[in-house]
């Protein structure tokens, strides 16, 4: 019956084709997805054809963000070859979406940098992006760009495996006034965005609430307001000025029902982040133009952890019987950067640029102090673009950074595009990038102090003790890439080895073990946690995406990747623990070896279209707070219906997501996913 179902639901459902659209910066052209061979700028930091581009990539615009039907940003990256997408990941510093990419990942993704127009929300204590409390509505995204596959050379240390480039749209195109809602299965999201304009001014402000009850069984509800501003103003023919401001609050559950140390009891915390960003662009000329961006970023979370009653373990020797732990993180942010793009002649196009960065973070559990700790970071970037023949597009780059953990390091590219025939590409590259340790892997000091009333007697327990000196995780990414348009079907395949050295490992700290100077372990209790550089290892695999144009009215996207990761199970040597006391045992399954992904859309009318989404994932093993999960399949379909009322224009969707309730794992075994269904209305006037 269901298989029924779905393949009448897949001979109805069909596509709106994707309306060019032009941006008021004149940035690009907005052709979907890959038809067509819309320009990107994330890759080189140079506006490029896809097939002129030295990385694989993939482009989400709005139409098939809208075409989705998503809830949370999150969910549009299971469309993307490679990614893997986890919910509600972890228990710790917010519960949080889980976005990867070619596996090895917590519930932090530490090896992939995520970009919001220029500005990095990369973490500097855990690492990764902190998807709930980015202050961005998904109606203001103009488009996503994804490089899949190492991209230092333009964007440093941390674009490991990738990058996620979001750019929002211009103030021009988010003209008067629209609400949104969305309501259905524990959320409940009003937004609401006036855009206006002062003659040269154009300008929006948007203003949200967010409600999330969470999963099942999970800790894990979000109560968020957001508010988020944009302003361009012409100030000459040459000049244009850009003003953003943003800011998200509210409350977050996090942690286990049943947990096994103190950090991870439940409880509620408040959080709070802003930021200010400004960037000016001026043109020299036709073939030159140079732009200066800086921007303030900083977060807030304040979580005082109390534990449970204590004397029925240890009795009356305890001076308090219950314990107080200071999880308060603060992080602050501050970077500036400068960019120059210029032709020197019709067949070489280049760019060069510099940025420096500082990062505040207190965090008195995790390092073990009330100081504020400074992280400096400086880079100097380059990259030519140059047209050898009308057949062969050449480009190189290279990134120099220095900073305070790992010191200098070089992160180059190459790459060669032929185009053997009008619409068929073939691109070799290959390229370095480091991961910078972060400051939970390199500076960890998390314990906790039991006072008593015996004299010179208190009582320790340490979960991590870091020792410090890690080495960044260096890869070496090679691939073969085929970017082919066959009229109505368009295709990009891509063949990859990345070979990575001075893999960051947990394990225990080395024997023996005895506490600091003034302090008596708690008997029972085990050794703490370090972080090492590891064996080395390779990942291999494949990668499809494509776009088929059926009719004027449905198109069909699907992708597909395979990946394999080589290497050694487990760290050995006499300084380490024995195999099975690691927690990242899992290593070589921590990515699913297939996925496969398709969205078919449709547009019956005007007024009416419908999409269907279908995600298969394999088992993987997610690290740290992840656990082996079987094979996914589900299924979401959306409805939606355009009207218009007057002077007001509206959209109303349905949207199921597991259609089927295969009630399948994601993640951990802890995360089970039944069916989600949702209203959203939209109203322009």
């Not at 581009?53 to 998503?70: L, W």
């Not at 286990?256 to 960037?279: M, T, Y």
């Not at 079907?489 to 947990?506: G, H, K, P, V």
């Not at 699913?592 to 859309?601: D, E, H, Q, S």
Request: charged content about 20%; aromatic content about 10%.
């Amino acid at each position: 019956m269901r298989t029924r179902f779905l393949l009448a639901c897949l001979m109805l459902c069909a596509n709106t084709p994707c309306a060019a659209e032009t941006s008021a910066s004149k940035l690009l052209s907005e052709d979907a997805y890959l038809g067509d061979m819309p320009n990107v700028l994330t890759v080189s930091r140079l506006s490029q054809p896809i097939a002129d581009a030295p990385s694989a990539v993939t482009v989400i615009d709005r139409d098939m963000i809208r075409e989705s039907g998503i809830v949370d940003l999150p969910e549009i990256f299971r469309l993307v070859p490679g990614m893997y997408v986890g919910s509600n990941a972890g228990y710790l510093q917010t519960v949080n979406s889980v976005v990867s990419y070619h596996g090895m990942t917590d519930a932090y993704s530490r090896r992939m940098q995520v970009l919001i127009d220029g500005r990095s929300v990369y973490e500097p204590l855990y690492g990764g992006v902190q998807w709930s409390d980015l202050p961005i509505a998904i109606a203001d995204i103009e488009r996503i760009e994804v490089t899949r596959g190492p991209n230092a050379a333009s964007y440093g240390a941390n674009s490991f495996l990738g990058v996620i480039n979001i750019i929002t749209q211009h103030a021009s195109e988010t003209q008067g006034s629209s609400v949104m809602l969305a309501r259905g299965s524990g959320r409940n999201d009003t937004f609401y965005r006036y855009g206006g304009k002062l003659n040269d001014l154009n300008y929006r402000i948007t203003i949200g609430h967010r409600v999330d009850d969470g999963l099942q069984r999970r800790f894990d509800s979000k109560r968020t307001d957001i508010v988020s501003a944009r302003a361009d103003y012409r100030a000459t023919d040459r000049d244009e000025l850009e003003f953003q401001f943003g800011y998200n609050g509210g409350s977050r559950q996090e942690g286990d029902p049943f947990p096994d140390a103190l950090i991870f009891l439940p409880r509620s915390k408040d959080v709070q982040s802003h930021f200010q960003q400004a960037r000016w662009r001026h043109s020299f000329s036709a073939r030159s133009d140079f732009s200066l961006q800086g921007y303030h970023s900083y977060s807030r979370s304040d979580d005082l952890v109390s534990s449970v009653d204590l004397v029925q373990f240890f009795g009356p020797i305890l001076r308090s019987p219950t314990l107080l732990l200071d999880n308060d993180v603060e992080n602050e942010r501050y970077d500036i950067e400068a960019q120059h793009t210029f032709s020197p002649w019709q067949s070489l196009r280049m760019v060069w640029g510099g940025s420096m960065r500082l990062d505040q973070i207190t965090a008195p559990f995790y390092l073990n102090s009330r100081d504020r700790d400074s992280f400096h970071l400086q880079r100097v970037f380059g990259h030519a673009e140059w047209q050898a023949s009308p057949r062969l597009v050449m480009n190189a780059g290279a990134m120099f950074e220095h900073n305070d953990l790992t010191g200098s390091d070089v992160s180059p590219r190459a790459s060669a595009n032929f185009r053997l025939a009008p619409g068929h590409t073939v691109r070799v590259g290959i390229s370095t990038a480091l991961r910078t340790p972060t400051y939970l892997e390199e500076k960890f000091m998390g314990r906790f102090v039991v006072p008593t009333t015996i004299p010179g007697v208190t009582f320790i327990q340490e979960q991590f003790r870091d020792q410090g000196g890690l080495k960044p995780e260096q890869i070496i990414a090679k691939e073969i890439g085929y970017l082919g348009d066959f009229g109505s079907l368009n295709l990009d395949m891509r063949l990859f080895e990345d070979a990575m050295s001075n893999i960051i490992r947990q394990t225990k700290v080395p024997s023996p073990y005895s506490a600091p100077p003034g302090f008596i372990r708690i008997p029972g209790t085990p050794k703490p946690f370090t972080y090492i550089n590891g064996p080395d290892a390779r990942v291999r695999g494949f990668e499809l995406q494509s776009q088929w144009r059926l009719s004027s009215e449905t198109r069909l996207l699907a992708s597909y990747a395979h990946v394999r990761i080589y290497g050694q199970q487990e760290v050995t040597g006499p300084d380490v623990a024995p195999p099975e006391q690691l927690l990242e045992r899992h290593f070589l399954d921590s990515a699913p070896r297939n996925t496969f992904n398709a969205m078919l859309t449709h547009r019956f009318n005007p007024y009416w279209d419908a999409s269907l989404m279908y995600y298969q994932t394999s088992r993987v093993a997610a690290l740290g707070d992840g656990t082996p999960v079987e094979l996914a399949r589900h299924a979401d379909l959306r409805i939606a219906r355009k009207f218009e009322l007057t002077r007001t224009r509206g959209e109303l969707s349905a949207i199921a997501q597991n259609l089927f309730d295969t009630q399948y794992k994601e993640f951990a075994d802890y995360n089970v996913m039944g069916r989600r269904a949702y209203v959203t209305l939209r109203l322009d006037f």
